[in-house]
């Protein structure tokens, strides 16, 4: 390094190799550290299933709804699903 008056390195005194991990840590710190925006209303809180209470399939499927994005639209699908079957086959 080649030290500044103020006694710290400088992005330019850097080797390469360090610039490069540098910027790369920079931009995955700000892909992954994005400002979180308010949920609208009425969204559910994410939440996994407690497994700590044994395994109930029909629970776990349903617990999707809560998992996230790409659960939710399983579960919603899930949802859908049950409804045609409840109808029967003259839907």
């Given at each position: ?71 939710n ?19």
């Amino acid at each position: 390094y080649v030290q500044m008056a103020a006694g710290a390195p400088t992005e330019m005194s850097r080797p390469k190799q360090q610039q490069h991990t540098a910027g790369f840590f920079q931009k995955a710190t700000e892909a992954v550290m994005a400002t979180s925006e308010r949920m609208p209303d009425g969204s559910l809180p994410v939440r996994g299933y407690d497994f700590n209470n044994g395994v109930n399939h029909s629970q776990l499927l349903r617990s999707f709804k809560a998992h996230g994005f790409q659960a939710n639209s399983i579960a919603l699908a899930i949802e859908e699903i049950n409804k045609m079957i409840k109808k029967g086959p003259n839907c």
